[in-house]
């Protein structure tokens, strides 16, 4: 059975195994909902190390893969990774679309409701698309909104 | 017919000014009170304000910003108790005075008659009863009184639902052109709701047609709030089609006619660059995107002076910044005349070729991964309405 709402499925992602392997070890941070971008991601994560810092937006949907796939494109003004992350029983119909996440290099999961993920496409580190928005979210996340 | 692009003026408007004086964007203005006071408006250059229309702007007499009451024919400013419609008539003569000897000082191009705004249907009787009282009789009167042989614009501010009611909207052509004395139409529409791009065929359909009637009863069109289906609008042969700036120039929508609402802190929208080839604003984002990936592209669909401005690393997009809308000035400008020099069948064929190979071009760039969503989904609609226009005009089968 699906989740009921997008809201269910966003908790699901930020409990799950995932999201916990991808901002441990090293300092990391959580945001659900950051707006004044270009579009609002349902989640971003911002991992950092001495080197680098790798920024992940995630688009969760229960059945419309096509508005995500617009939607993550978005973020990638401003992230190096953007994904959408469908409930898993509805992740069928995108799976089909396969060429269209890899040549947009937008990631694709899915999760049930038990808290698994699947990885179906991965997408590469590429720098943010728009420099502007790009400074913006690093102002954001790292001075003036509160860590999850 | 060779048709004239203006600039609907709004705030700003000097942006659009000296995009006509300095780089030929134009061969006019349309200046609204909401957005220039009285002492501005007299102060630009005479050969400009000579060829401007001046639009009087009472479309919602209940309500003056602090613009418009720097003008003394607002109904606030004639009638004791401020604007009331029962009262109106008794004043409208005043108010027509005021108004066109305000127009006739400042030698317009034309005299405007100006109109009410109706958000519903009331009976095109009841409609045309009030506007020949409140503002055509008076405002002919106070013309025929001073003389003048200078061309007279009646507008109009139609919804949707007139428009596209066959009834209604005959009813309203037989009336106009059994107006005695005016030489021709501003007319502004109304969509609502509606996106950014026009996607209603019906209303496109209708529109041409309207206007189309009204060209063929040789009278002068002036089609105001025009975003980019200006170009599929020029099919029916209007005689001035308009450009502007910020988005409330290019899109009528009543609301912004409200001055006791008027929001502060709102946010706004994205900024955006007009592609000539793709028929839209696009968002600054994939603007940048587009320069990253396929900097020849950007630069081929759109290249000018701002062009190279906006993507001058550093640059701060905003959407108070004049460089998108100079940007646009030049690109729409350049479009829209390069039509204009074609008439018809001919006018036609170009617009299908030019909406054909923007939906090319969308679809180019998703192969490329680009993801615009729903981005270039209006011009199917575009091309149906125009084909059926064309149609009807025996320039297809």
Known sequence: ?148 | MKFEIYHQLGHNGTWNIDSIKNENTGEGIIISPRSMNKKNTEKIEESLRKKAIFDPLLLNPHQVNTKMATYDFYPNDVMPYGFETKQFSQYSSIIANKCIKFQDQNDFRYFVIPTRYYNDMPPVSTLTRILNEHFIDPFLTAIENLGSHKGVIIQLILNSNMIKNDEYASDLLNWITGIEGIDGVYLITELSPRDKQIGDVDFLYSLLNFVNALSQNELEVILGYLNTEALLLSIANPSIITIGSYENTRNFNSNNFIYDNEKTGQKGPTPRLYIPRLLDWIEHPYIDLMNKTDPDYIRSAAHNEYLDQVLKPGYKWHFTKPEPYKHFFIEGYKQLREISIVEDNERYCEICNIIDSATREYSQLKEAGFELGVAGSYLPKWSTAAHLFAKKQGWRK
């Open chain 1, 1 to 148: 059975m699906g989740f009921k709402s997008e809201k269910e499925m966003v908790e699901a992602i930020i409990e799950s195994n995932y999201i916990k392997d991808l901002t441990n070890p090293g300092p990391s941070i959580i945001k659900e909902e950051v707006k004044g971008l270009f579009g609002v991601p349902d989640i971003i994560v911002v991992k950092k190390n001495s080197e680098k810092q790798i920024s992940y937006a995630f688009e969760a949907k229960l059945t419309n893969w096509r508005r995500a796939l617009v939607q993550a494109f978005r973020y990638k003004a401003f992230v190096n990774r953007s994904y959408v992350i469908m409930d898993h029983d509805h992740v069928a119909p995108a799976l089909l679309q396969g060429e269209r996440f890899s040549r947009s290099n937008i990631g694709l999961m899915s999760i049930d409701n038990t808290g698994t993920i699947y990885f179906h496409y991965h997408p590469y580190d590429e720098s943010p698309y728009s420099p502007q928005l790009e400074s913006k979210f690093n102002s954001m996340v790292t001075e003036t909104m509160p860590c999850r």
